[in-house]
C-alpha cells in the first residue's frame, strides 16, 4: 500500500539520530479502521514555518507552509511539499540542536483527524487533493492543489479553506 518502496528513507538520510531527539521512526501499518491522524507543527527553523502533515498508507505526508494555514477561502498559502515523516513525529515537540536539519524548535499547533474526499492516492498524482479535518483549530474543507511543474525543483501546492456547504 506504501507509495514508495523505501517509505521514510529521505527522511532519515537528512538526520542524525545521535545528534537530534526527533523519531527515528518507521513504517507504521495501521489498520483501516483507524481514523487518519493530521498534525501541523509549528517551526522555528532558520525561517518560522508550519509544517502540515496527513497521515496516509504508514507514513505522514507532508508540507511546509511558510505563513500557517489561513481561515480566509480566497487566501492561497504556498505549501512545499517535504519528505514523509513517521506517524510518531505527529507527538513530536522540542529542540532539534544547532548544525541539525531544520535545527529550531518545533510545538505542535494543531492536531485531530482527516478523511480524504474520494480516492486519495489518485487526488495526490492528479494534484488536487480536497479533504475534511476535524482538528482543535482547522475544521471543515480543506484543499491541496499542486501549482508546480514536472520540472520544477520544489514541489510545490497550496494550501487553502474550502467553503464548508
Ligand atoms: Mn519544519
Known amino acids: 500500500m506504501s507509495r514508495s518502496p523505501a517509505p521514510l528513507k529521505r527522511y532519515a538520510e537528512k538526520r542524525n539520530f545521535d545528534s537530534t531527539p526527533e523519531p527515528s521512526g518507521r513504517h507504521v501499518s495501521r489498520g483501516r479502521d483507524t481514523a487518519l491522524s493530521f498534525v501541523i507543527q509549528k517551526h ?6 508550519y509544517d502540515f502533515r496527513l497521515e496516509l498508507d504508514g507514513v505522514l505526508m507532508s508540507w511546509a507552509v511558510p ?3 489561513s481561515f480566509d477561502p480566497k ?3 504556498m505549501a512545499i511539499h517535504v519528505e514523509d515523516h513517521p506517524i510518531e513525529y505527529g507527538a513530536f515537540e522540542g529542540e532539534i540542536p544547532a548544525k541539525q536539519y531544520g535545527a529550531g ?3 505542535v499547533w494543531d492536531r485531530g483527524t482527516w478523511e480524504p474526499i474520494g480516492d486519495p492516492g ?3 498524482s492528479a494534484g ?9 483549530k482547522l475544521v471543515g474543507l480543506w484543499e491541496l492543489v499542486r501549482i508546480s511543474k514536472p520540472a520544477d525543483k520544489r514541489d510545490a501546492w497550496i494550501f487553502f479553506k474550502k467553503r464548508d456547504a
Open 75 to 77: 487566501d492561497k498559502r
Open 122 to 124: 489518485a487526488g495526490l
Open 128 to 136: 488536487k487533493l480536497a479533504f475534511k479535518l476535524n482538528g482543535e
Open 44 to 49: 522555528w527553523a532558520s525561517r518560522l514555518h
Open 105 to 107: 524548535t518545533v510545538i
Open 67 to 69: 505563513k500557517g494555514p
